[in-house]
């Protein structure tokens, strides 16, 4: 069973850091795309940054500079996000998928999901 679990959202004043951070098990495919989404309140769920198993990485323009997706051999995931402003407050989720030969900010394009972690940025 795959299981999803972010951590380290919190809140935090306008210029600021967070590093967000995805916990993942039970994903035994060897190819596959993983990557971070967000919803704020009264808005559809948007991409924010996506990596694949090769390392290919796609952000979305919104973040594009300030924020970094990495992640490791066990699948866990990471969210370095700098120069944050109120705009990115939202719930954040991690999400994982089959691979894809074109990188998707799409959440359709993926299966699995955590619970989500709330970011909040005050001006």
């Known amino acids: 069973q795959v299981q999803l679990v972010e951590s380290g959202g919190g809140s935090v004043q306008a210029g600021g850091s967070l590093i967000l951070s995805c916990a993942a098990s039970?994903?035994?495919?060897?190819?596959?795309?993983m990557g971070w989404f967000r919803q704020a309140p009264g808005k559809e769920r948007e991409g924010v940054a996506v990596i694949d198993s090769d390392g290919r990485i796609k952000y979305a323009d919104s973040v594009m500079g300030r924020f970094t997706i990495s992640k490791d051999n066990a699948k866990n995931l990471w969210l370095q996000m700098n120069s944050l402003k109120p705009e990115d407050t939202a719930m954040y989720y991690c999400?994982?998928?089959?691979?894809?030969?074109?990188?998707?900010?799409?959440?359709?394009?993926?299966?699995?999901w955590g619970q989500g972690t709330q970011v909040t940025v005050s001006s």
């Open positions: 039970g994903y035994t495919y060897s190819r596959y795309c």
């Open positions: 999400a994982a998928g089959r691979w894809l030969l074109l990188l998707s900010l799409r959440d359709h394009d993926y299966n699995y």
